[in-house]
């Protein structure tokens, strides 16, 4: 079991699913019920312009960095592995962060509904609060934030920590937009849900 877990290939399949299942799936499957296109990322150079186009980078490379691990070990090994103790529990940690936080991201997606959106949207969405927006304001960066942590320790490496710390700093930026957003179109109605849910738990 080890072995497989430790697989660069192993990793890999799991971001190239994972985006499609968080990422591409959601988006797809809203356009096609309802005509909604999620992709709302801004253009320009306004702040969150910048931040989306950090986001797309910082998922290039870590889907570069898999498939280079899976595909040319020999450049990868040029990254700088980082060498952690415990391997085998590091691993096994790893992996259980990976798997619990995908489920949560997909189970905050799914009671998102039509609201769910790539960027922020200028239009009116409904305002989420019940399931796992009931303990957190923002579940979907919550296990994309446990994602980046579980990566960093199946593979860890120079890049992944990069990446890691890179995709921190964008996610609580960008939470900070979406909640200044909700906050203008949503009023007392968003001031209350803030005051008695956690930004994260």
């Known amino acids: 079991m080890i072995t497989l877990l430790a697989a660069p290939i ?4 799991y971001i190239v699913a994972t985006f499609a299942a968080v990422f591409v799936w959601p988006t797809l499957r809203l356009r096609l019920s309802s005509g909604i296109n999620a ?30 691990a899976a595909f040319a070990p020999a450049p990868y090994d040029v990254i700088g592995p980082i060498a952690l103790p415990f391997a ?13 936080a995908l ?12 609201s769910w959106r790539i960027g922020v949207d200028p239009a009116k969405t409904e305002l989420k609060a019940a399931g796992l927006f009931a303990v957190s304001r923002n579940p979907i960066f919550l296990g994309m934030r446990a994602m ?14 990069a990446v890691l710390l890179l995709g921190e700093a964008l996610i609580q930026l960008q939470v900070r937009f979406e909640e200044a957003h909700l906050e203008r179109i949503e009023g007392e109605a968003y001031r209350a849900y803030r005051a008695r849910v956690p930004r994260w738990l």
Not at 148 to 161: D, Q, T
């Open 10 to 13: 192993t990793l890999f399949i």
């Open 148 to 161: 980046l942590v579980g990566v960093f320790l199946v593979a860890p490496n120079a890049l992944s920590l």
């Open 103 to 114: 489920a949560w991201i997909a189970i905050a997606q799914v009671q998102m509904g039509r």
């Open 88 to 100: 085998g529990v590091r691993l096994y940690a790893g992996w259980a962060i990976l798997v619990a």
């Open 39 to 68: 992709l709302v990322l801004p253009q320009g150079d306004s702040g969150e312009a910048v931040v989306g186009r950090w986001f797309k980078g910082a998922l290039v490379l870590l889907a570069a960095m898999s498939a280079l």
